[in-house]
């Protein structure tokens, strides 16, 4: 018989779902497996239209049933036993924890394109004699003035300086560029002519800026190597290729080389200053890139600064401003994270050894359970902050490129703060993990029951007590970890409770 | 090797409606309210025990006019098992009531 008009789309779909559901069904059992399942719900969908209670939420229900098979397929072409072993099990092993740590690391790692800066910061400085070079920046979030003031200010103060060898200014933006796949937003810089020669860095292509340049060479540019290898494809003959920066044309005069960085966040395209007009920008996205006399410390020059500052009045607007080496500039306070890191790890294993040798802590390890309860918590641990020190550095800065193109000055605040959040929440949730496994196998402890009573003070219970699937033991914790009474008391258990633990639901049909 | 193995409370409630007479896979469904990703591959195992069999409706019911269905009844060990879980589960049998009309 052939279904009713109304009910014949249903039925097509309901058999559609199980033919690729049969997919996954043994072929010598497939033929079969599909019959039974289609005549339940082709007579499903016939009572429901007969007694007229097909409805949209009835419709929904049968979608629902009809996923379900994907279940019963599942079944049939695996092992129950050991996908159950595998379900209950694994996610308890300490192997499992590791991993799973171990590829969010990974993850994190590949996300961020294997930690650029990270790796930038702890990298040695691409710079000719960087020892000798200082950073002079400006803090002072939204002040905005005239940034010609910065370029104007360098043959002033280098021609007075008795702390410099030279010096450069610099201005960085978001900018928006014209390129064969459309417009793209990079960061753009504008710099003194003489701002690679006080570096000390050749050109990777063609050449970089010189003395001059202002005049001779306004429209000129430099590319950064990332931008001439991804968005250039690697043109061997971009010297001398018209680009768009802004609407404006410009001319490509060369490319840097591909270790050259700048702590003007990731600036792609470079084009030198150009004498009058008044371009505003952010006092923190401009500053000026010095080369001190060798041995002279960077605090000399951050004196001699002020008194010019003060001299030239509000040149500057309110915005404050620091001289540091350009090796620490650069280093964003990197070292300082991973000493915090290193000092966490360490706390961790304080605050962790403090409940093992109290007297009520329970039955004591023996060595090889104690050699690896301590391995896995230190590999855990140890994984665990590295991961957040990547992530907090490496993720705020994808999240402010993506954002808003640029990196701001107060994504180093953010990165901070949320690396010492996920430092905290990382070892918290590591330390009461480590707590809640079995001293013996390092599985995590199941079948948590409440014991005692609910308190007059605190409306809970006393304790819990958790137990090893595998019947090693038995850990009671208090309720109130802050309580002087009690602390975690592990029960190691004998042979003899073995036959308890043989017949797990695992077992059971 | 049944009679060592336990029965879970899903696989109880399962047997316990087939004895109701409910014996069709979206039946079961229906009157225990568990899903057919939990009810289907609970039937294949308790049918790999031999709790139930299977069997196909016959042709000449069935006719033409519809698919055949596959309907499923308790075994003798099946009757057992219910027997031992409903002394472990006691309410199990307000869960499923019987079918009305059923035969016994």
């Known amino acids: 018989m052939k279904p009713p008009s109304a009910i014949r789309g249903l039925i097509r779909r309901s058999a559609l779902v199980l033919r690729a559901a049969s997919i996954l069904v043994p072929r010598e059992k497939r033929a079969e497996w599909f019959r039974e399942w289609y005549a339940e719900i082709w007579h499903r969908i016939h009572f429901l239209h007969e007694s007229n209670r097909l409805s949209q939420s009835a419709q929904m229900a049968l979608a629902r049933d ?15 036993a050991k996908v159950m072993q595998v379900v209950r099990e694994v996610p308890c092993t300490a192997r499992f924890c590791l991993w799973s740590i171990g590829l969010t690391l990974l993850a994190v790692l590949i996300g961020s394109g294997f930690a650029p800066t990270i790796r930038t910061a702890l990298a040695p400085m691409p710079y000719n004699q960087p020892q000798n070079l200082a950073d002079l920046s400006f803090s002072g979030m939204g002040i905005y003035y005239p940034m010609d003031n910065i370029f104007n200010v360098v043959p002033v103060w280098e021609a007075k300086s008795q702390t410099t060898e030279s010096m450069a200014a610099y201005s960085w933006t978001p900018s928006r560029l014209g390129t064969p796949g459309g417009p793209k937003k990079i960061v753009s810089a504008r710099v003194s002519s003489g701002f690679f020669d006080v570096l000390g860095v050749k050109a990777r292509m063609g050449r970089l800026f010189r003395t001059g340049d202002e005049r001779d060479c306004p429209t000129c540019v430099v590319l950064s190597n ?82 010019l500052v003060r001299k030239a009045g509000s040149d500057f607007g309110f915005a404050d401003f620091s001289v540091d080496s350009i090796s620490h500039r650069m280093r964003q306070g990197m070292n300082l994270f991973l000493l915090f890191t290193v000092i966490t790890f360490i706390g961790s294993l304080a605050l962790l050894s403090r409940q093992f040798f109290n007297a009520g802590a329970g039955t004591p390890l023996r060595f090889p359970g104690i050699a ?68 013996i196998c390092m599985r995590l402890l199941t079948h948590e029951a409440y014991v005692g ?57 | 090797m049944t009679e060592t193995r336990k029965i879970s409370h899903t696989s109880a409630l399962i047997l316990q409606t087939i004895h109701s007479g409910f014996m069709y896979g979206f039946d079961i469904m ?25 069997n196909w409706e016959d042709e000449k019911v069935a006719g033409n006019d519809r698919p055949r269905r596959r309907n499923y009844q308790l075994s003798r060990n099946g009757k057992d098992a219910l027997g031992a879980a409903l002394k472990r589960y006691p309410l199990l049998a307000q869960l499923a009531p019987e079918k009305s009309g059923r035969r016994q």
């Open chain 1, 226 to 307: 990332g931008l001439w290898t991804q968005t250039f494809g690697g043109d061997p003959g971009i010297v001398g290729r018209h680009i768009l920066l802004e609407d404006r044309d410009r001319i490509v005069i060369g490319v840097l080389p591909p270790k050259f960085r700048f702590a003007a966040h990731d600036a792609a395209v470079w084009n030198v200053t150009t004498p009058g007009g008044q371009i505003f920008n952010f006092a923190d996205r401009t500053g000026m890139v010095l080369r001190l006399h060798p041995g002279v410390p960077a605090e000399s020059a951050s004196r001699e600064f002020r008194v």
């Open chain 1, 372 to 439: 690896k309860w301590w391995a896995f918590f230190a590999a855990k641990t140890l994984l665990l902050l590295i991961t957040c020190f990547i992530f907090s550095i490496e993720g705020v800065r994808l999240f402010f490129l993506f954002s808003s193109g640029a990196v701001p000055a107060m994504a180093s605040a953010v990165s901070t703060w949320i690396f010492l959040i996920s430092n905290i929440v990382a070892l918290t949730w590591s330390l009461k993990d480590q707590r809640r496994r079995c001293r």
């Open chain 1, 66 to 80: 009809c996923w379900g098979s994907f279940a019963d397929a599942a079944w049939l072409r695996f092992d129950r």
């Open chain 2, 30 to 54: 229906e009157i225990t309210g568990l899903p057919s990703g939990t009810v289907y591959p609970a039937l294949r195992r308790l049918e790999e025990d031999a709790l139930i069999r299977g």
């Open chain 1, 453 to 509: 009573v609910p308190g007059y003070l605190f409306l809970d219970y006393w304790g819990t007590e958790l137990v090893c699937s595998h019947g090693h033991g038995m850990l009671h914790m208090p309720q109130m970890d802050a309580s002087w009474l009690e602390v975690n008391h592990w029960t190691e258990l004998d042979p003899s409770w073995q036959p308890l633990f043989e017949t797990e639901e695992v077992n059971a049909i």
